[in-house]
């Protein structure tokens, strides 16, 4: 037996498949007597404590299965607590180091902005920015591209990528794409504002403060217009970004 990501492969020994077997019976085992667990007066502010333990826990051994292969054990436990179990074990996979076996399992699903993160942190570690791109460019709101995008530049710039500038160009691009109404916002310049404020943020993580600056003034410049009673909360945000 053997697992692969990125092209690579690794042979495990019969002792490491035994053992591997071994573990996936605990991790059912486990899965099990967690979900037998029975919470009393679960409204109570000691029962949802006890309920978000719970979730906690159900999660930590859905990422533990997925993790030692048993795919089906880990799509088992997750739709015994109502998760969605495609994206429950995605994410398990891609924090497991092996994000192109989780993209996988989430299809064409449409990515929220976090578990866009996760991807594109995880496929930058494995090497392959080009998927990374395409999940951040994946469909959704333009907000969530170009804050993914801004995400992803700030990545490659912290590993030395002389491309970076041109992923924060095309974080630029979409950001400006919100002259378009996006289907997210009610006024187009509410979102294109706060794209804008996350590239900044981005440029300046990634040490380029002269970009950010320009950005930051391009965001001011799009809060000033939009909807007069939107403006007070844009101002304020744009200021406690630049803090």
């Not at 967690?34 to 309920?51: H, R, T, Y």
């Not at 398990?92 to 092996?98: E, I, M, T, V």
């Not at 989430?106 to 993160?117: C, G, H, I, K, V």
Request: zero cysteines.
């Amino acid at each position: 037996a053997s697992t692969a990501q990125a092209g690579h492969t690794t042979k495990r020994t019969p002792e490491q498949e035994a053992a591997l077997v071994e573990v996936r019976k605990i991790l059912r085992e486990a899965s099990e007597v967690a979900q037998a667990v029975v919470i009393e007066n679960p409204d109570s502010k000691e029962g949802k404590f006890l309920v978000n333990n719970k979730r906690f826990v159900m999660r930590d051994i859905v990422g533990a299965q997925a993790r030692a292969g048993d795919i089906e054990g880990a799509r088992l436990t997750a739709t015994a607590n109502g998760w969605d179990k495609s994206l429950a074990i995605g994410i398990a996979l891609a924090k497991a180091g092996r994000p192109h076996e989780g993209l996988k399992e989430l299809a064409s699903q449409e990515l929220d902005p976090l578990t866009r993160f996760v991807f594109v942190e995880a496929l930058m570690k494995a090497g392959d920015r080009q998927t990374a791109l395409e999940v951040a460019e994946s469909r959704g709101s333009y907000l969530w591209q170009a804050h993914s995008i801004a995400y992803l530049a700030t990545l490659q710039a912290k590993a030395g990528d002389v491309e970076y500038k041109k992923t924060f160009q095309r974080a630029l691009k979409v950001a400006e794409a919100f002259d378009k109404l996006d289907h997210h916002t009610r006024d187009a310049n509410i979102g294109k504002y706060k794209a804008l404020v996350h590239i900044a943020r981005a440029q300046a993580d990634a040490g380029d403060g002269t970009e950010s600056r320009q950005t930051f003034v391009k965001a001011l410049e799009t809060a000033l217009v939009v909807q007069e009673r939107e403006q007070f909360n844009a101002l304020l945000i744009i200021a406690e970004a630049q803090a």
